[in-house]
């Protein structure tokens, strides 16, 4: 076992308790009425990474929530730089949506915690917040480290584009990663090379707003599915199909 390692172990129930704090702070980006709460995970985070021992750490506005930079220079000049991406927003949650404990209590289950974020993405952000933790604590860093956590992934990441622009000089790395993954076991972790983007388009049909009579009004009134079979050749063919 490594020095980093055995530091992490030693240190797992304070590094549990941390996530858990995090957990509580509902960082809704989406909605407005959470704005405050969003931008005190972010100064959650900037604490943490400057108790971690972060050399240069600053809370960054953008035009909704702030970026959360901290930088580590330890490893020198000659040691490679990793750069990792995370984002420390969730979406909303409540009791309504099916929850079984409260969404901004986290509550421990069999070993597992369940909470909004528990898995997207705040138990990543702690993650890569408490590796580099028991890297610099043991003196063990092979690598210069910057952590990029944002604030506004769940609404779409529009901020990001003109942050990275702005911030190019100082984002330099020789390797990037984005910690906002899975893993399809917990003995086995993931790195995935490549994602798909996402493509989409909405077409809303507006129909009757009851069910009308086949005899009277079939053939003069169309349904929703019948109006968009007719506007779309393709999906007439995939209906067909
Ligand atoms: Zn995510």
């Given at each position: 076992?490594?020095?980093?390692?055995?530091?992490?172990?030693?240190?797992?129930?304070?590094?549990?308790?941390?996530?858990?704090?995090?957990?509580?702070?509902?960082?809704?980006?989406?909605?407005?009425?959470?704005?405050?709460?969003?931008?005190?995970?972010?100064?959650?985070?900037?604490?943490?990474?400057?108790?971690?021992?972060?050399?240069?750490?600053?809370?960054?506005?953008?035009?909704?929530?702030?970026?959360?930079?901290?930088?580590?220079?330890?490893?020198?000049?000659?040691?490679?730089?990793?750069?990792?991406?995370?984002?420390?927003?969730?979406?909303?949650?409540e009791?309504?949506?099916?929850?079984?404990?409260?969404?901004?209590?986290?509550?421990?289950?069999?070993?597992?915690?369940?909470?909004?974020g528990?898995?997207?993405?705040?138990?990543?952000?702690?993650?890569?917040?408490?590796?580099?933790?028991?890297?610099?604590?043991?003196?063990?860093?092979?690598?210069?480290?910057?952590?990029?956590?944002?604030?506004?992934?769940?609404?779409?990441?529009?901020?990001?584009?003109?942050?990275?622009?702005?911030?190019?000089?100082?984002?330099?790395?020789?390797?990037?990663?984005?910690?906002d993954?899975?893993?399809?076991?917990?003995?086995?972790?993931?790195?995935?090379?490549?994602?798909?983007?996402?493509?989409?388009?909405?077409?809303?049909?507006?129909?009757?707003?009851?069910?009308?009579?086949?005899?009277?009004?079939?053939?003069?009134?169309?349904?929703?599915?019948?109006?968009?079979?007719?506007?779309?050749?393709?999906?007439?063919?995939?209906?067909?199909?």
């Amino acid at each position: 076992m490594t020095a980093a390692s055995a530091y992490a172990q030693s240190n797992f129930n304070r590094f549990s308790d941390q996530l858990k704090e995090l957990l509580c702070i509902p960082s809704i980006s989406t909605l407005p009425a959470h704005h405050a709460d969003v931008e005190r995970a972010a100064a959650w985070i900037a604490d943490d990474m400057r108790r971690i021992g972060f050399h240069t750490v600053e809370i960054i506005p953008t035009k909704w929530h702030p970026v959360v930079l901290g930088e580590w220079m330890g490893a020198g000049k000659d040691a490679p730089t990793v750069l990792v991406y995370g984002h420390y927003d969730v979406q909303p949650a409540e009791m309504a949506d099916g929850w079984h404990t409260p969404p901004f209590e986290p509550t421990e289950k069999d070993g597992k915690i369940f909470a909004r974020g528990a898995i997207d993405s705040k138990s990543n952000v702690m993650a890569q917040l408490k590796a580099a933790e028991s890297l610099i604590a043991t003196g063990t860093a092979p690598c210069n480290i910057k952590l990029l956590f944002e604030g506004d992934e769940e609404t779409t990441s529009e901020n990001m584009n003109t942050f990275v622009t702005a911030h190019r000089e100082r984002l330099q790395a020789d390797v990037v990663a984005i910690c906002d993954g899975s893993m399809s076991d917990r003995e086995q972790p993931d790195l995935a090379y490549g994602l798909r983007g996402v493509v989409c388009m909405e077409l809303e049909v507006w129909g009757p707003k009851q069910d009308v009579h086949s005899g009277h009004y079939g053939g003069t009134v169309h349904n929703p599915i019948q109006a968009l079979r007719r506007s779309s050749p393709s999906c007439t063919t995939r209906m067909a199909a």
